[in-house]
């Protein structure tokens, strides 16, 4: 049984059945016992840009392996698994990963699981042993807590190095992205201690920071292509972490990667908390909005008739937790061009629903996709007379606007949700 097809393991020592989870312990060769060099990232959530820059290095460096400390994915995805498995199969190096919270979205933890394997594992590589458990849910189940304590207790390297998803405290404190169950925190940390555990690495948290709590050295890397959650004196940068074991000493260094470009077939979704860059692929596995429109520009004059198809944006903001009534979102093109627009807007009442319709991110005009249509992705009000006017248009903004053709904005790159 192979962890990860990308690793050569010469010997598995044992495979321990907990409950229904399957925990594999490897042993991997390597040529220097002394030294150990590995990358570790997370949080690209569907943008394989800088996961593409990561396997670049490592091809070209060598490191003995690389490690995604998970969100993969933007929601758990087959065709996302898909197309993040095609970039780590262009590695030259061995790939390991553990799962993330938007990795079980949508089912994801099944997917996981085909692509990857399992979601908790060790093994020894050079001076150091390393242990992966899943903290996916926000929590941790007592079978994991039980075979976490019982592996580290019994390994005997000289480095022992734990890997998950979300850490156990928020660095930053105005954040709140750590564990949900602050008691299962509190006895990871303390596991942690016991058991004089060198360095736990985690992403969930879009930023680098390096934090020593008694004794522990804890690495956030959350910064391989979502959306940062800080400025860049708060650890806010794209980035990966370039890590070195030798016999008396660990170094570990960050590496700066190139801001993320956004294709013109894709979206980045921005919510309080959660974010999802999502391409066209992506949109198309989504259930479809489809309908007449047109609009009016400034000059009173009618544009765009045609059959425009797409996803609701009350679909895609759901996707990253949603929006409140005091919240707006902003909506800008790859240019700059924005327009804001009010909870009313993405979800309209009966009488709303009469003026606009619904609100969709169209990625189709009269059966031309993106990129063959120049002017998408595009926001689209479909309302039921297949007409959205100017009146139309001020009727339902909070705002002054220009046109209706104004609110239809073109070549939308993100989506924001902002806090009202």
Excluded at 52 to 59: G, R, S, T, W
């Amino acid at each position: 049984m192979e962890q990860r097809k990308s690793v050569l393991v010469l010997s598995i020592t044992a495979i321990l059945l907990v409950s229904t989870t399957v925990a594999v312990v490897l042993f991997l060769s390597s040529e220097d016992s002394t030294t150990l060099n590995f990358y570790v990232f997370g949080d690209s959530q569907g943008y394989q840009g800088g996961i593409e820059q990561i396997v670049a290095a490592a091809n070209q460096y060598r490191p003995q392996f690389i490690f995604h400390c998970g969100d993969l994915t933007s929601f758990g995805q087959e065709n996302q698994y898909q197309d993040i498995k095609a970039v780590f199969d262009l590695a030259q190096v061995p790939v390991y990963t553990t799962i993330g919270n938007h990795d079980i979205k949508e089912g994801g933890g099944v997917l996981y699981a085909e692509y990857f394997g399992s979601s908790m594992y060790s093994f020894d590589s050079g001076p150091a042993h390393i242990a992966v458990f899943n903290t996916s849910s926000g929590d941790v189940a007592e079978h994991e807590l039980a075979w976490l304590e019982q592996d580290l207790s019994q390994a005997d390297s000289e480095y022992k190095l734990v890997f998950t998803h979300i850490p156990p405290f928020n660095p930053l404190s105005e954040l709140d992205h750590s564990l949900i169950n602050t008691t299962t925190s509190a006895r990871l940390m303390t596991l942690f201690e016991e058991q004089n555990v060198d360095v736990v690495f985690t992403g969930h948290i879009h930023v680098f920071n390096d934090s020593v709590i008694n004794g522990v050295r804890y690495v956030v890397t959350g910064g391989a292509g979502a959306s940062l959650y800080a400025d860049e004196n708060d650890g806010g940068i794209y980035h990966f972490v370039n890590v070195t074991l030798t016999e008396s000493d660990l170094y570990i260094e960050t590496i700066l990667l190139g801001l993320p470009v956004i294709p013109r077939d894709s979206v980045v979704v921005r919510g309080v908390n959660e974010d999802a860059t999502l391409s066209l692929n992506d949109l198309l596995h989504m259930v479809p909005t489809e309908g007449f429109s047109s609009f009016q520009n400034q000059y009173n004059n009618w544009r765009g008739q045609g059959i425009y198809e797409g996803i609701a944006i009350s679909t895609l903001i759901e996707l990253v937790g949603g929006m409140t009534a005091n919240d707006t979102l902003l909506v800008m093109s790859f240019d700059g061009y924005f327009q804001e627009f009010s909870y009313s807007n993405i979800y309209p009442n009966a009488s709303w629903t009469e003026i606009q319709g619904p609100m969709i991110l169209a990625y189709e005009y009269n059966a031309t996709r993106v990129l063959e249509w120049t002017d998408g992705m595009r926001l689209v009000m479909i309302p039921p007379d297949g007409a959205y006017s100017n009146e139309d248009a001020t009727l339902t903004s909070s705002t002054s606007v220009i046109s209706a053709g104004s609110r239809w904005v073109r070549f939308v790159s993100f989506l924001e949700v902002v806090t009202g």
